[in-house]
């Protein structure tokens, strides 16, 4: 029977079920993950809307290639945030951060902000 280390070595096999797991492969998976990043998506986009209490809309545009014809075409994904201090203002340039849900739309938190909105 082959045990996780031998399945580790190898980058497309998968361990059978029933290997057994040592105590080198148990520490090795621990220093692993512990190295590794936090794994938390950050984003750059535009406030569109800050009219709900704490939360604010951010647009994300980004720029994607067409695959037949080779044309650069803008999509955009309209994500809502969390902004604890309210003072994020429509126009502005944010920085959000994946988080835990907080409410059935809301995962994202804004981190900072890059560029205010010009005034009118």
Known sequence: MQTIEFFLKMPNARAPKNAPMTRATMTTADSETTTAPAGKRTLVGRVISNKMDKTVIVLIERRVRHPVYGKYLLRSTRLHAHDASDS????DLVEIVET??????????VTRVL??????
Do not use: I
């Open 88 to 91: 994020v203002g429509e126009g």
């Open 100 to 109: 835990r849900p907080l409410s059935k739309t809301k995962n994202w938190t």
């Open 115 to 120: 560029e205010s909105a010009r005034p009118l």
